[in-house]
């Protein structure tokens, strides 16, 4: 477990194999020999990885190149023993390449690994067929290789050439093991298999997005597939979780969002059984499995926007940001997914024609994205992860264009609700200005196919602006520009649908601009023009699958007619001839109305049947025809074009396992503690990576204001930082150090460590931990006595009961003394302090009070005290006679009417066992403590325990209520000298000791 240790034990196999390559020098026998160098090499790449400075690393690997060279010389006579040491100068090279920094150093060295690990294989290729697990063993070393080369190759096809070579080794890999699959039958050989298969699937992944071969995405779930059954088999919830994750974002890539939702969801339970399994990792693979379950909602609305049910993806991206939220380490997202809840949510709206709740809506999520863009904000520089901070970046960048988008399409409500009231200017301005709006987000789009989808919009405004126009004006030119913006629009379409629609508004616009020039010179020629536009404008709707818009375009194409026979009706002078053109009229116009009613057009029906009753009566033409031969409510519905989706929004997180990813915990056997209180505190480390790592330290490991009482077997504490020595941690593997610590104040703590160690790249990384809270109490009892030392009052909470008789039992040291004074001083001014000792030092001040009495007992103290009334001086250190008299003397000169608490130190508790033995001092002290009890005094006795028989000291401590002792220890790392309450009869204490200090 030590990590000095085991270098320790590393660099003995060292010198062992070295002294055995000396020996098999002289005695060259190739078995020996090459076994010698085996373990030489496999002793120093082990060393090597536990190395934490990089230059040292460097050092040992160069060395150690040098002895595996030798040794495939000394063995080349026997070839597939030297071709063996070439797999272990491939892994050398290969590791001293992550240490290098230069470029084309680091491509010069993998070059180097990769034509040694060739030269392995070519050994084993004579070795047929017993060499299948080595040959898994080089494949897969090359294919690593071949994969590190990939990502330092700056050209692109270069780069797909390395990818595929390594993609070729790791397929025959898998051939291989599929030829000896009974090895990979048991739990550990189906875990090496599933890494084998994931690591494939890895590969053909980011060759897919390199090539966009949908071949290789397809391969690459099948890989991945394939490497579930064997995490499945070797009960690895965690990378099964990986690789349902994998499988997740290739049907996200693939535009198979009900797949990608189901993966997704197989991920969440894979990590919820993980958090079971490695009860260390709780909180953490929880935290996975609500994201997983996040990003199954947001493919469920990415589904549901696809197929525009707008009102299911704002009920799954609602429920993703909610998940967002129960999350530590996403739920900064929560703001940006709610935002895309109320896009969704106002684009269902704006499709069912209700603007208003629509704009109302489309405001929401402007605030949620200016709450989204605070958040990322905030979060954006402690993110650690390449990936994450990538999109937390892009998100951030995106938020203002997402907000302002949303702004736009709150002018674009705006704007119908004004054309809805006949105010076309007013609506034609916001149309501009929604147009402006979306322009400017256009211009800072990259992505191809949202610049395409948001000019489509910029152009409908466009368009929009100019028809609101026009039939503010009854404006022809205004009706032929919109026309043409629709055109225009129909090319910037992706689906067929939106293509139709844009050619019916098109040509309807058309047949307006013509019908205000019929209107004008009553040509029949620009009639029959204004009925085939408007005709195909029917048809155009009809094939778009927009009957009502159809259904309104045939009853314009009916008004046409009617107005030519009202027309001809007007100046006709036969009346019968009059009648007839009336009578046509109001057929046509029957048809009109009836067209009108089956698109919804109520007002459209009750103008025409306003016009009909006129007809009937054979007046006049109340109402022009540009009030009734207007555009269909069709030509401005957002249903023409695709909302914007969740595109810069991706499942980040990934990269954290492929690397070691040491996740720590903070963990108290009590969180609320009292003064004095001795508590565990420990933290649990786990490697959550696929790579081990090196624990170097935890700082602030040790509060403030705390002791530690017993330190950790293995790892050092410097102040308040735990080195943890470079210990190494495997993957999935755990450790744990504790301390026991003790408080030595009250107050409220907060405890937030950092970790710090060295991925498998050495490269530093640090986990800040979660903040654990610590309450420290101090319980002071009633009835106590204060010793008027804190620690000591903290042991006793509060101090010591009334009326006891407790013994302090150490040698002479300071901290004794100190005990002993604060006893003296403790609230002197309050009540009654008495003092029987053989010295009087350190009493100043304390003499010159009136409630301080002092009992001197040695003719010649080595401090001189000034007579005075409250000093008695006595000729014996153990005359007892003599100072029962003083004390009762003093007593009763008290003013005993006063109800002043009373405390007695005696300090020759140790001479008068001395001198008159266990028997009479049992009487003696047995007496004393019965009398001055009984008096209202709290005693504080003291006794020097080296001084006595182990039998005589027991015979005199049973008798005292408590006992406190000082003892003292040898170790420099645990404080020096601790006080314990040993006992404390019917009394509640803190049994574990306290530091002094």
């Given amino acids: 477990e030590d990590p000095e240790k085991q270098k320790a034990t590393i660099e003995k196999v060292i010198e062992l194999s070295t002294e055995a390559i000396q020996r098999n020098k002289i005695d060259e026998q190739p078995t020996g020999t090459w076994?010698?160098?085996?373990?030489?090499?496999?002793?120093?790449?082990?060393?090597?990885?536990?190395?934490?400075?990089?230059?040292?690393?460097?050092?040992?690997?160069?060395?150690?190149?040098?002895?595996?060279?030798?040794?495939?010389?000394?063995?080349?006579?026997?070839?597939?023993?030297?071709?063996?040491?070439?797999?272990?100068?491939?892994?050398?090279?290969?590791?001293?390449?992550?240490?290098?920094?230069?470029?084309?150093?680091?491509?010069?060295?993998?070059?180097?690994?990769?034509?040694?690990?060739?030269?392995?294989?070519?050994?084993?290729?004579?070795?047929?067929?017993?060499?299948?697990?080595?040959?898994?063993s080089c494949n897969y070393q090359l294919a690593l290789v071949l994969q590190d080369l990939a990502k330092i190759s700056i050209n692109k096809k270069s780069r797909i050439n390395l990818l595929r070579s390594s993609i070729d080794y790791l397929s025959s890999t898998m051939l291989l093991i599929r030829n000896i699959k009974e090895r990979f039958e048991t739990s550990y050989g189906s875990g090496i298999g599933g890494k084998f298969f994931a690591k494939l699937g890895?590969?053909?992944?980011?060759?897919?997005?390199?090539?966009?071969?949908?071949?290789?995405?397809?391969?690459?779930?099948?890989?991945?597939?394939?490497?579930?059954?064997?995490?499945?088999?070797?009960?690895?919830?965690?990378?099964?979780?990986?690789?349902?994750?994998?499988?997740?974002?290739?049907?996200?890539?693939?535009?198979?969002?009900?797949?990608?939702?189901?993966?997704?969801?197989?991920?969440?339970?894979?990590?919820?059984?993980?958090?079971?399994?490695?009860?260390?990792?709780?909180?953490?693979?929880?935290?996975?499995?609500?994201?997983?379950?996040?990003?199954?909602?947001?493919?469920?609305?990415?589904?549901?926007?696809?197929?525009?049910?707008?009102?299911?993806?704002?009920?799954?991206?609602e429920q993703a940001a909610e998940l967002h939220e129960s999350t530590t380490t996403w739920s900064y997202l929560t703001p940006n997914y709610f935002a895309w809840s109320y896009m969704?949510?106002?684009?269902?709206?704006?499709?069912?024609?209700?603007?208003?709740?629509?704009?109302?809506?489309?405001?929401?999520?402007?605030?949620?994205?200016?709450?989204?863009?605070?958040?990322?904000?905030?979060?954006?520089?402690?993110?650690?992860?390449?990936?994450?901070?990538?999109?937390?970046?892009?998100?951030?960048?995106?938020?203002?264009?997402?907000?302002?988008?949303?702004?736009?399409?709150?002018?674009?409500?705006e704007a119908k609700l004004l054309d809805r009231e006949g105010k076309h200017l007013q609506s034609s301005k916001k149309y501009g200005k929604a147009a402006q709006i979306i322009s400017v987000i256009v211009d800072k789009i990259d992505a191809e196919t949202e610049h395409k989808e948001l000019e489509y919009v910029t152009i409908l405004c466009r368009a929009w602006r100019k028809m609101a126009m026009a039939e503010e004006r009854t404006s022809a030119e205004s009706y032929w520009e919109a026309a043409e913006l629709f055109q225009k629009a129909k090319d910037y379409c992706y689906t067929r649908k939106g293509s139709l629609w844009a050619l019916g508004n098109s040509n309807f616009c058309k047949g307006l601009a013509v019908s205000i020039r019929y209107k004008t010179n009553m040509d029949l020629k620009e009639n029959a023009l204004a009925k085939r536009y408007i005709k195909d404008a029917a048809s155009s709707y009809s094939e778009a699958g927009f009957k009502y818009?159809?259904?309104?375009?045939?009853?314009?194409?009916?008004?046409?007619?009617?107005?030519?026979?009202?027309?001809?009706?007007?100046?006709?002078?036969?009346?019968?001839?009059?009648?007839?053109?009336?009578?046509?009229?109001?057929?046509?116009?029957?048809?009109?109305?009836?067209?009108?009613?089956?698109?919804?057009?109520?007002?459209?029906?009750?103008?025409?049947?306003?016009?009909?009753?006129?007809?009937?009566?054979?007046?006049?033409?109340?109402?022009?025809?540009?009030?009734?031969?207007?555009?269909?409510?069709?030509?401005?519905?957002?249903?023409?074009?695709?909302?914007?989706?969740?595109?810069?929004?991706?499942?980040?997180?990934?990269?954290?396992?492929?690397?070691?990813?040491?996740?720590?915990?903070?963990?108290?056997?009590?969180?609320?503690?009292?003064?004095?209180?001795?508590?565990?505190?420990?933290?649990?480390?786990?490697?959550?990576?696929r790579e081990p790592a090196l624990l170097m330290r935890v700082d602030d490991f040790v509060p403030?204001?705390?002791?530690?009482?017993?330190?950790?077997?293995?790892?050092?504490?410097?102040?308040?930082?735990?080195?943890?020595?470079?210990?190494?941690l495997a993957p999935l593997k755990f450790v744990e150090v504790k301390l026991t610590l003790q408080s030595s104040k009250k107050g409220e703590y907060r405890l937030n460590p950092r970790v710090h160690y060295l991925d498998e790249l050495g490269q530093n990384k640090s986990l800040q931990l979660r903040t654990l809270e610590l309450n420290v109490e101090e319980v002071i009892l009633e009835d106590r006595v204060t010793t008027g030392t804190e620690e000591l009052d903290s042991l006793l909470l509060g101090g010591i009961p009334e009326e006891y008789a407790v013994v302090l039992s150490g040698p002479p040291c300071d901290e004794r003394e100190m005990i002993v004074n604060n006893f003296l001083r403790a609230r002197v001014e309050e009540g009654i302090s008495f003092y029987v000792s053989t010295e009087a030092s350190d009493l100043e001040g304390l003499l010159d009070s009136p409630n301080f009495f002092l009992f001197l007992c040695n003719p010649k103290p080595k401090t001189n005290v000034p007579d005075s009334p409250n000093v008695y001086k006595l000729q014996s250190k153990t005359d007892l006679n003599n100072l029962g008299i003083a004390l009762t003397k003093a007593y009763r000169n008290l003013d005993t009417k006063l109800d002043q608490p009373k405390r007695m130190c005696i300090e020759i508790l140790s001479e008068v066992l001395e001198d008159y033995g266990s028997k009479t001092t049992r009487k003696w002290i047995s007496d004393f403590i019965t009398n001055y009890g009984a008096k209202g005094f709290t005693l504080l006795a003291v006794i020097n325990p080296r001084m006595h028989a182990s039998e005589d000291l027991y015979a005199v401590l049973d008798l005292f209520d408590g006992e406190i002792s000082i003892t003292q220890s040898e170790d420099p790392l645990d404080c020096k000298k601790s006080i314990l309450v040993k006992k404390l009869r019917n009394q509640d204490y803190i049994k574990n000791p306290i530091c002094l200090p």
């Fill in 549 to 689: 818009a159809s259904e309104y375009a045939k009853a314009t194409q009916r008004l046409f007619d009617a107005y030519i026979f009202m027309n001809q009706a007007e100046s006709e002078v036969d009346s019968e001839k009059k009648a007839k053109q009336y009578q046509m009229a109001e057929n046509l116009l029957n048809i009109a109305a009836g067209s009108f009613m089956k698109a919804k057009q109520p007002e459209k029906t009750a103008q025409v049947q306003r016009i009909l009753a006129n007809v009937k009566e054979e007046k006049a033409l109340a109402i022009s025809l540009s009030q009734v031969m207007q555009a269909p409510l069709i030509a401005s519905t957002t249903s023409s074009f695709a909302a914007p989706t969740s595109t810069s929004e991706s499942s980040v997180g990934l990269e954290k396992f492929e690397h070691a990813n040491v996740q720590a915990n903070l963990v108290t056997t009590l969180k609320q503690v009292k003064v004095g209180e001795s508590f565990c505190l420990s933290v649990e480390f786990v490697n959550a990576g």
């Fill in 202 to 317: 890895e590969t053909l992944h980011e060759l897919s997005l390199l090539t966009k071969d949908e071949k290789m995405f397809q391969r690459a779930i099948e890989t991945y597939k394939q490497s579930l059954i064997f995490y499945m088999k070797a009960e690895m919830p965690t990378h099964a979780a990986e690789s349902f994750w994998h499988l997740a974002q290739l049907y996200d890539q693939m535009g198979e969002f009900h797949e990608a939702s189901n993966n997704y969801e197989k991920a969440a339970q894979a990590y919820e059984r993980a958090s079971k399994k490695i009860p260390q990792l709780k909180n953490f693979y929880k935290d996975y499995s609500f994201y997983m379950q996040a990003w199954s909602q947001i493919e469920q609305a990415r589904h549901s926007h696809f197929v525009e049910d707008y009102e299911e993806a704002t009920q799954s991206y």
């Fill in 704 to 728: 403030s204001d705390f002791v530690v009482v017993k330190k950790p077997e293995i790892y050092r504490l410097e102040d308040a930082c735990l080195n943890m020595k470079g210990k190494q």
């Fill in 344 to 413: 969704e949510k106002a684009e269902s709206l704006s499709r069912k024609e209700n603007a208003q709740l629509a704009k109302e809506t489309f405001q929401k999520a402007v605030d949620q994205f200016s709450n989204a863009k605070e958040s990322l904000k905030q979060k954006i520089d402690e993110i650690t992860s390449t990936d994450e901070k990538e999109m937390a970046q892009r998100l951030f960048k995106g938020s203002d264009l997402r907000r302002k988008y949303c702004q736009a399409r709150i002018l674009i409500e």
């Fill in 35 to 136: 076994l010698a160098y085996d373990v030489y090499a496999k002793a120093q790449i082990e060393l090597a990885t536990n190395e934490i400075n990089k230059k040292t690393k460097q050092t040992i690997l160069e060395k150690s190149k040098e002895v595996i060279l030798e040794g495939i010389e000394k063995v080349k006579p026997w070839k597939i023993l030297s071709g063996s040491l070439f797999l272990n100068l491939s892994k050398n090279q290969r590791l001293l390449a992550e240490v290098i920094t230069n470029i084309e150093e680091k491509r010069r060295l993998l070059q180097e690994s990769k034509n040694y690990a060739m030269m392995h294989l070519e050994y084993l290729e004579k070795m047929r067929p017993f060499a299948s697990l080595m040959k898994i």
